[in-house]
Nanobody
Framework: QVQLVEYGGGLVQAGGSLRLSCAAAASGRTFSNYAMGWFRQAPGKEREFVAA????????SYADSVKGRFTISRDNAKNTVYLQMNSLKSEDTAVYYC?????????????????WGQGTQVTVSS
């Protein structure tokens, strides 16, 4: 089992940057056993895929809407995954969730992930 806690959200102006972090506490398995992903959910909308990273951090994937602006990375020594968000737009406003996947890798579906954090709010003002 793994517990995930996101932090780093907040209010930022359009065009600005934020870095989200997700700290993992794993029992029975190590953090490097899990592929990781970031999702987001805007008010009145379904939760959607943002980015994913393999267990080693060597391969990443992104939703088209954030490609070129967001970067996912991980530090297995610190049990943490990051989401660097640049050139933020008002449409990026959402609650951002990190998720851990023990069985697969680079999944983009909600059902691909086994564990979820509580989420952190990101608000981009225009």
């Amino acid at each position: 089992q793994v517990q995930l806690v996101e932090y780093g959200g907040g209010l930022v102006q359009a065009g600005g940057s934020l870095r989200l972090s997700c700290a993992a506490a794993a029992s029975g398995r190590t953090f490097s056993n899990y592929a990781m992903g970031w999702f987001r959910q805007a008010p009145g909308k379904e939760r959607e895929f943002v980015a994913a990273i393999t267990r080693s951090g060597g391969i990443t994937s992104y939703a088209d809407s954030v490609k070129g602006r967001f970067t996912i990375s991980r530090d297995n020594a610190k049990n943490t995954v990051y989401l660097q968000m640049n050139s933020l737009k008002s449409e990026d406003t959402a609650v951002y969730y990190c998720a851990a996947d023990y069985r697969r890798s680079l999944g983009s579906g909600i059902g691909d992930y086994d564990y979820w954090g509580q989420g952190t709010q990101v608000t981009v003002s225009s």
